[in-house]
T-cell receptor
């Protein structure tokens, strides 16, 4: 089944404790993105990647890092999480410009 | 500001009725996509309509696009209780280049009463 997977689905952590949210897609898509969803602010793009080793900042990249060492994986790294990063995070992928964007199931993060 | 703005913000109907949601956006687009989200869960892709298309159907869904008015509508016919969810429009702007960024509206919360 074609899908985008994320892990973990739920995470509670404390301020400053580094964490990684994994994302994987099995559709051989070139493009991948990370979004966060917050009440009243909607979904906003954090980082995106056009291909292996090619990543760039989205609208709200502060406090996040990403890497794209393999085509299928696009992990989101929070080096030192803070409470304002409490959010619902989505990974997404698409084959090319103007194509359907598929989203993962989401990771709900709470930073205490 | 958000590219897509949806109307109404909330909609409550009886099972079997039709539901119409509208989306307006501000700049030129490659396409517009509609998604469904159940109660803070994942985003499920419903339909993509390209800028050169005016109408598209998928099962009980009908989407229209009017690029001259920069607006789109999603019609769900013969609604079911299982259609209860939030619905978002998302635009893939011509100016987004290779970013893959979709600009989402705030969504319409649909409640279908059995």
């Amino acid at each position: 089944e074609a899908q985008v997977t994320q892990n973990p689905r739920y995470l509670i952590t404390v301020t400053g404790k580094k964490l990684t949210v994994t994302c994987s897609q099995n559709m051989n898509h070139e493009y991948m993105s990370w979004y966060r969803q917050d009440p009243g602010l909607g979904l906003r793009q954090i980082y995106y990647s056009m291909n292996v080793e090619v990543t760039d900042k989205g609208d709200v990249p502060e406090g996040y890092k990403v890497s794209r060492k393999e085509k299928r994986n696009f992990p989101l790294i929070l080096e030192s999480p803070s409470p304002n990063q409490t959010s619902l995070y989505f990974c997404a992928s698409r084959q090319g410009v103007g194509e359907t964007q598929y989203f993962g199931p989401g990771t709900r993060l709470l930073v205490l | 500001s958000q590219q897509g703005e949806e109307d109404p913000q909330a909609l409550s109907i009886q099972e079997g009725e039709n539901a119409t949601m509208n989306c307006s956006y501000k700049t030129s687009i490659n396409n517009l996509q509609w998604y469904r989200q159940n109660s803070g869960r994942g985003l499920v892709h419903l339909i993509l309509i390209r800028s050169n298309e005016r109408e598209k159907h998928s099962g009980r869904l009908r989407v229209t696009l009017d690029t001259s008015k920069k607006s789109s509508s999603l019609l769900i016919t013969a609604s079911r209780a299982a259609d209860t969810a939030s619905y978002f429009c998302a635009t893939d702007g011509k100016g987004s280049g290779n970013t893959g960024k979709l600009i989402f509206g705030q969504g319409t919360t649909l409640q279908v009463k059995p």
